[in-house]
Every structure is written in C-alpha cells, then in structure tokens.
C-alpha cells in the first residue's frame, strides 16, 4: 500500500448547475482511517484529503474492504457481511476500526471494536454508544457498489433497505419508528403462529399489536411518500447528466396503503394471516419500483443502461440526504466504472467533483486509467496502490 503524491488545485464550478442550499451545508471528512484484523487487513492506516481518494489495485487486495470499513464506522455495520464476526481477520479474535474525522470543523473519533464472545464496542470521542441507532446520521454515508444490482434483479426487500438506510441517516424519527413497527410485526407474527399450533384465536390481543402496527406504519408511510416524491425529479436529473437523456426513466413508490386504510387492510387479510401465520399486508410490503421507457429496468435495459439507472439513484440519494441534513455525506464508488464507456465514466467524474458532493472515494483496477480521468478535473486528490500483504496472498 503506498500513498501517492498529491495534485491539489481548487475544484472547479459543478458543471450541472449550484444549489442555494450547498452554502449552509456541513462538511464531513475523514481524515485518517486505522484498521486492525479488519477482514484481509493485518494492520493498515490512510491518510486521506478531503475530495477524492482513489484506491486502486487488483482485484482481491482489499480495495472495497477500506471502503466497508469506512462504511462501518458511519452505520454501525459492514455494507458487505452483516455478520460482525465474519469480518474479523480469519487468522483473529478481534477486529478494530477507527476514524478521525472533521465534522462542522470539530474533531470527531469514531471507534468501532469487536471480539469474539463479547458485545460490539461502539464509541464516540470515547464514549460508549448505549444505542448503536444513536449514531446513524452522525457520519451520513452512500455507496454505490457491484452489489447494488440486487435492486434491479432482487426482491422488494432490497429496495425497502434503500430506503430505510437513506431516510434514517436523515431522520432519527424514522429509524425509530421502523424498530417499534417491526418489533409489532415480529410480536404479531409470533401471535399467529401460536393461533395455528394451538388451535386457538384472540380478536382482542391480536387487535393490541394491529394498534400497534397501523401507529408506526402510518408514520413509515407518510416518510416514504415524501422521500419518493422529492427523489424522483432529482434522480431523473442525475440520470439525464450522466447518460445524456436518451431514456425516460421513472421511480414509482408502491404500497397498499396508497389503496386503502391500513387499519381496513389488517381487517381484511385477518384469515388470510392467520392461514399463512405472518403478517400480509403493511409497509414491510411496500416496493420501489425502477422503470424504463414504461417497462421494468430489469427487462428493458441494457448492462450500461441499469448501471447508469443505479449510479443516477444513488446520486440522488445523496443530494436528498444532503438537503434534508445539510450535512455533506461521504460518498463511496466502488469499482463502478465496469460496462460504461469512456464519455458515461467522465459525465460522473466531472458531477462528483463539482462543488455539490464533498468527499469521495473510488476503487479501481487500472492506475492509469482512473488516474488520466481525474487530471481533466483538475481537482484535488490522492491516489493509494493497494497491494496485497504476504499473509494474504498465503491465505
């Protein structure tokens, strides 16, 4: 791993235009990243610069691992494997980030430790978390990965996590309202299944947790509707920057409770729940739906045309997250450069480095590559070389 010299002129004017807003937004940087046992990490430590830092390598040295970390440490978990252990280095007990970030121009040091058998340790300026939620939004943080093709090719869930994790890191209300509304749900669900095993049924302690549940899915609902309306003008401008606006594209928010009541859905589908033993309808159903000229993007688009449909989203997603927090988000692209060509890959590169995103982090395999892109932006960055350690290439 080596850190490369610096070229560190001011960034020029955003090429899409300035927002009113950009002039009361927060910074948010990190400064130095250390890593210990952290999944092919031994030991490593970065320095970085406050607009773009660009890791490259080849594939398998660690490039996406430094951005999950990064990730961690502004959402309390992996990106990648939520399964806290699975990201200890395998040769390991224990696994230690830490980041040193500058935030309104205050110091901030994030701290995240974990060891096998024990709780995860979670700190800010030292301090211990009591709850790890308290901290979501602190460090505003998008990525956008490889693995963000599970929006157009998975379930509703993925794009439900969409949008839970960009609403939460901008309104704690949110995030905790869907932790009441699923503890209902799970209580509820675990209701149904003692009705079946048991042969029996209680209307008025089923009626408890759809009190419960129509509360906190009202509020869900309401959130959602708001985000969807507010992201959709915004992606469709991202989308047009990047690809040049050959496509009409479209976000449509789904859920039954733009039909009906929520309170009338629970009583309709009261012996179809009971049948199936799990909750049928609610928000925890709702669906984002990603389209094309009219048609699903899954079906009508081509491998550079959902890559741009997904790299558009999730710009869009950072600058809602930025209007609402004004607070600048850190912004991770990993390895997005695969299937676009030449004119797509300097479209984002130009709107990243503008004024209107802060700092940013990329991955990529070809040095020269990413490296001739980013002298045509004449903004400041860095450039580390990843390269594997022995111990990893033995592994």
């Known amino acids: 791993m080596k850190n490369e010299s610096d070229n560190v002129p001011a960034c020029p004017d955003d090429a899409v235009g300035q927002n009113t807003q950009q002039r009361s937004t927060i910074t948010c940087q990190l400064d130095t990243l ?73 110091p901030e040091c994030i701290y995240c430790g974990i060891k096998r058998g024990q709780k995860k340790i979670f700190r800010r300026n030292k301090k211990d978390y009591e709850r790890l939620s308290e901290h979501i939004g602190l460090l505003p943080v998008v990525t956008v990965s490889p693995s963000d093709g599970r929006l157009i090719t998975g379930g509703s869930e993925e794009r439900r996590k969409l949008m839970n994790e960009v609403i939460s890191q901008y309104d704690h209300g949110y995030l ?27 209307a008025g302690v089923l009626e408890v947790w759809n009190e419960q549940l129509i509360a906190e899915g009202n509020k869900i609902y309401e959130y959602r509707t708001k985000y969807s309306q507010e992201l959709i003008p915004v992606f469709r401008q991202y989308y047009g920057d990047i690809s040049g606006g ?22 309709e589908s009261t012996e179809k729940d009971r049948l199936l033993q799990f909750t049928t309808a609610g928000p925890h159903k709702d669906d984002l739906l990603l389209q094309m000229d009219g048609y699903p993007i899954k079906k009508s688009g081509s491998q550079g045309q959902q890559k741009t449909f997904l790299v558009a989203l999730k710009l869009a997603n950072f600058e809602f997250i930025r209007r609402h927090r004004s607070i600048m988000p850190i ?23 503008g004024e209107r995103f802060g700092q940013i982090f990329i991955t990529d395999t070809g040095r020269e590559h990413i490296e001739g892109i980013l002298q045509q932006t004449d903004c400041e960055h860095r450039l580390f070389e990843i390269v594997p350690s022995q111990e990893s290439l033995n592994h």
Request: charged fraction near 25%; hydrophobic fraction near 40%; charge should be positive.
């Open 331 to 353: 912004l991770l692209l990993d390895d997005i450069f695969d299937k676009f060509d030449a004119r797509r890959v300097s479209r984002i590169i130009r709107l990243v480095a």
């Open 176 to 202: 905790l309202d869907m932790m009441h509304y699923n503890r209902a749900l799970e209580q509820r669900n675990a209701l149904l299944k003692t009705f079946a095993v048991n042969n029996t049924y209680d």
């Open 34 to 106: 250390s890593l210990v046992n952290f999944k092919n990490y031994d030991q490593a430590g970065f320095h970085f610069c406050p607009k773009i830092n660009c890791l490259v390598g080849n594939n398998g040295t660690g490039k996406t691992n430094v951005l999950d970390a990064i990730y961690y440490l502004s959402m309390t978990k992996s990106c990648l494997n939520p399964a806290d252990l699975q990201n200890i280095r395998y040769d390991s007990d224990f696994f230690v980030i830490q980041g040193e970030y500058n935030r309104k121009g205050d």
């Open 246 to 267: 050959r496509e009409k594209v479209e976000l449509v928010y789904c859920s039954r409770l733009q039909e009906k009541d929520f309170a009338a859905l629970l009583r």
